[in-house]
Every structure is written in C-alpha cells, then in structure tokens.
C-alpha cells in the first residue's frame, strides 16, 4: 500500500496526470470526425437523431424513406457482424447501443450538455433512466409483448412487469419534471422510444399514466424532436 501511495505521488509530482477524464464533466470538446447516423423509420435510431439536433452537430443521416429492408441493407453494408438500428459510424469507428452512443458523443463533442453535474444527486437518477431504458425496460416490454402475441391475454394482466416498469417511470415523473431530475437530459432521449413502444402496442394501459402522458407531450414540443421527425 505504502508503496502505490508513493508511485501515486511520485507520478504527480512529474507533472504527469493519467487520470482519464471523468464522465459528466465539462472539459474541452473533442474535435469531431464525421458522424453518420443510419437509421430505421420508428425505431430507436431516432433517439440519436434527435441527440444531434439537440447538440446542433452536424451529421449524416442514412435511410431509405418508407423502405425498412432498404434501410437495412445500408447498414448491413458497414456494420453486417450486429445489423441493428442505431448503427452510427464516428469516422472509421462503427458504434452500436444507442446509450453508449449518446455517452461517447456528448462526452467527446459536447462535454457536460443533457448531463447533470457529476456532484448533483440528478446525476445517478439520470444515469439510472439512461441504462434503464433498455436494460429493465424494453427488455421488458418486449418479452411481455412476445408471450402475448403467443398467447393474447383475455384480460390485462393487473401488473405484469412491464406495467410495473412504466408505474415505476410514472411515479418518478409525479416528482421530477424530467428523467434527467430537474433539468432535460440524454435519460429523457433513451426513455421516450420504449415508452411509446410499450403504449403504442397496446402492451400497458396508455389511460392509466397521466404523467408520462404529460411528459410525452412535453417531449414531442421541443423543437430539435420536431427538426428530427421532419428529416
Ligand atoms: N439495445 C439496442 C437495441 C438495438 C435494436 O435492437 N434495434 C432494433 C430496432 S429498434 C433493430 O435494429 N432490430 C433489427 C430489426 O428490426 O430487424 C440499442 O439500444 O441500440
């Protein structure tokens, strides 16, 4: 112990810092290689279009209008291993998973934007909805959605886990006016396409949820969500 406490001093007294530079923090932006954003129609590649209008990047958006097999043939071609939308390349990279897409744009090119500050206690929360989105929630509605296609339920189920999903999103926005906390932030990008998933396909009760209903339409204003639908 003695001994890492002094190669720790010893590489701060060289003046040489490798410590990596925390998330959330606001540093200098990075310089940005071209961004392409491939996209399918409906699907949660709209999440990082309406990240870049937010951030007011510059990006490329690939898709063939009302040709969801086109589409996906253009992502085939640079990413044919994981053929999922998003797929977005960052010069040469090629990136999947819409969260760690947003994490390394705005940390890279837009350091401290939709992220609340690493010491507010919005942080974790934010943190909380961004992971939460796919890993608890559409994982969720999703296997609710398969079992019944199977086998359709002949009355809703009074809480099925996806319905416990949404009422725990629900409840939170009963106290926050955003998943971000108080401010709008990346969480309230990630959680808009599973939301209107699980409504739209009729998987939870759209009637039972005043504020995430509130919140949606909140969502749906905001003028970059607007530019993102129109292109
Ligand atoms: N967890 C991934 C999920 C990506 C994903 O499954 N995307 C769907 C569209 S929403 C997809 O490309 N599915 C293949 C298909 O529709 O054929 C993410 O958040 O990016």
Redesign the pocket.
């Known amino acids: 112990m003695k001994r890492l406490l002094l190669a720790a001093a010893m590489i701060a007294m060289a003046g040489c810092t490798t410590a990596p530079t925390p998330a959330g923090t606001a540093t200098a932006a990075m310089e940005m290689p071209k961004i392409t954003v491939y996209h ?1 129609e ?4 709209e ?1 990082i279009v309406w990240l870049m209008e937010e951030l007011g990047l510059p990006y490329e958006l690939v898709f063939k209008r009302g040709d ?1 097999a086109g589409s ?1 043939a253009e ?1 085939r071609k640079v990413n044919p291993g994981m ?5 977005v390349t960052v010069g040469d990279q090629v990136l ?6 947003i994490e390394t744009i705005i940390n890279r090119y837009a350091p401290g934007k939709l992220t609340p500050a690493l010491d507010s206690a919005d942080y974790p929360n934010h943190l909380i909805w961004m992971h939460h ?2 890993g608890s929630l ?1 994982s969720r509605l999703i296997a609710d959605y398969r079992v019944w296609m199977i086998n359709p339920p002949k009355e809703r189920s009074r809480m099925v886990d996806s319905e416990a999903e949404v009422q725990f999103a629900e409840d939170y926005l009963g106290k926050h006016p955003y998943f971000g906390g108080a401010e709008f932030s990346a969480a309230d990008i ?1 959680m808009v ?1 599973p939301l209107n998933f699980g409504m739209a396909l009729n998987i939870v009760d759209k009637t039972r949820f005043p504020n995430i209903n509130a919140w949606k339409a909140k969502m749906e204003a905001r003028p970059a969500y607007q530019r993102a639908v129109e292109r």
Request: glycine share 8%; proline share 8%; no cysteine.
């Open positions: 399918l409906g699907r949660r590649s999440r969801l996906m992502i053929p999922v939308a998003p797929t999947t998973e819409s969260g760690a897409i989105a796919e559409a990630m396409f």
